[in-house]
């Protein structure tokens, strides 16, 4: 049923069925990972950046992270530079860092500019800006013996540490961060970081109530191929320990894995390809991927449902 054969009784009723939800997350912290293939359709997008300024205009406190990586290595190709990757992870010279920061900038000033339009009031950040992220190269992965040694990442970078204070205070003036993910060393050097990375570790250090990693993917996939809809941090452990979840998927569930574990309620692995994938994880009780959940409580659809108990109540 499209939006114009939805009469109006129900939206009423659609309407109506959000409010525990902005209730129960009024005032909270929502780290949002938004990148892969979404970000390549100009239509998503805008509806991406209009369900952001929505949540912030109904009280919540939404934070964005985005990547860029399919039109990095689209432009590293059009420009003939090689691009070289080592467990999947991008070598990058100096010249390709130029690339990068160069779209991330882009990317971040289009997100930013779409929600601002929705009536959002975003702000640009890159980890740079006032060194907020304090990034180290990241030491590559045994290359497969002697014979075989790991490259050099280059300008490739890990979270050493989130100072929180610059995003406290955008938060505390109904601002939306809007952040690239590039780090600083202690010796000034820009270091590209993977953004589920970079989104984790702020939701961590924030103690954000949800971080949400929008993907390509419906969720994450048992060892059988079907959609696990909730994880426990063990389960999580377990198929990252044994294999089942690589490629891509790996630092995203190694990211909620660890946030969950810091205190982080919950983490949401959804497909960023589905319509307002945002609001109807975070405003209704159909989800549209994977929770993960810490093995600490009650189940976690119960835990959930008391939760907004308490909301309402």
Known sequence: MSATEISAPQKARILAEALPFIRAYHATTLVIRFGGGAM??????AGFARDVAL?????MNPIVVHGGGWRIDELLQQMGIEIRRHHGMRITDERTMQVVEMVLGERNQELVGHINRFGGRAVGLNGQDGRFIHARAMVPAPGGGADAP????G???DVESIDTDVIDLLLSRSFIPVIMPIGVGADGTAYHINSDIVAGELARALRAEKLILMTNVAGVHDAAGRLRYVLTATEADGFLRDGTVSG????RLTAALEAVRDGVRSVHIIDGGVPSALLLEVLTADGVGTAVRSDAGPHFLAD?????AAGMS
């Open 248 to 251: 891509g998927m790996q630092p």
């Open 304 to 308: 959930s449902e008391s939760y907004l």
């Open 150 to 153: 790991a490259p050099d990442y």
């Open 155 to 157: 300008f490739v970078g």
């Open 40 to 45: 390549a359709d100009p239509a998503l997008t």
């Open 55 to 59: 949540l912030r205009l109904v009280g």
